[in-house]
């Protein structure tokens, strides 16, 4: 086992001149899994593809333990990949893929195949052994591939999507095996996600990208109780944080008749941010005009406009952006009507209205 080190780590594309990851800074504990996230074009596949080696790196380095492996080849990078695509080989067996590695390796039989069978084990795979890929379900393909990578007992897994072909209820119950696997195994993770409730259930710290720039990284707790920026605030959470551009006046930020304490720094707007369970039904406060109303058996969550025009979203040129707010699913509003809430203070977050950075 080993942790892993970005060291200022720049990827360039040819023909380019913005990097695709920029001076990325990230230190990956022993035995920690990982998830870089962020949405498409952030860099977070490009970075993962640096650390196996199947990029180049223009400037920075990448340490595997206390080895730098920035010009060292994949094959002797002692990391296992598993990959969006299972890529097995459709005319062996699930032992024979699972054990191929080995095989080239010049691992003896013997050898080989008492690790096939304890990842076998561990993947609930054993009954299926002698079967071709083609006589198996999607989520045990998955596994198939999962377990072509632990036989290997390699420093560092990664993982690049590997759930985004299964449908969405085995999505869940896999990423619940993996997670619950990784801890057994105690192998150093990074995982790639774009899905940000897959990130938030599975990592024991999370990576947020954008653009090729590094974020945040934290425990899934706290970059939802304490995101950095508007855009972490934004992307963290489902359904999304509410940001909403206030005026500020006399140190209070205004949303309608609902208003808060602003922090000295704010000048004269600033940027709210409150989580859709943040906001309180109030007799007096920030009115929304209800649009839809989604009725999940436990929750109920109410989708609408600000009733004033003149209160405007952080992110101006969404035109679809609406309200969102968790609402008691014993008693949701109609479509059409409005409603009025308020939220407590410790549940609004500020964020500097230009620069989108937390203010304290």
Known sequence: MASVVFDKATRIYPGTTTPAVDKLDLVVNDGEFL??????????????RMLAGLEEIDNGRI??????????APKDRDIAMVFQSYALYPHMTVAENMGFALKIAGTPKEERERRVLE?????????????????LSGGQRQRVAMGRAIV?????????????????KLRVATRTQIAALQRRLGITTVYVTHDQVEAMTMG????????GLLQQVDTPRNLYDNPSNAFVAGFIGSPAMNLLVAPVSGGQAQLGNFSVAAPASAGNSVTIGIRPEGFTPSSSGFDVVVEVVEELGADAFVYGKPADPSVKFAHSTDEGAQVILRWDPKNPPKPGTTVSVSAIPSAVHFFDATTGERLK
């Not at 290997?152 to 969405?168: T, Y």
């Not at 024991?204 to 653009?211: C, M, P, Y």
């Open 204 to 211: 024991d710290r999370v990576a947020v990208l954008k653009d």
């Open 119 to 135: 990842a076998a084990k561990l993947l609930d795979l054993e009954p299926y052994l002698e079967r071709k890929p083609k006589a």
């Open 63 to 72: 340490l595997i333990g206390d080895r730098d492996v920035t010009n060292v």
């Open 152 to 168: 290997r007992e390699p420093q560092v897994f990664l993982m690049d999507e590997p759930l985004s072909n299964l449908d969405a």
């Open 35 to 48: 998830v870089l996230v962020g949405p498409s074009g952030c860099g977070k596949s490009t970075s993962l």
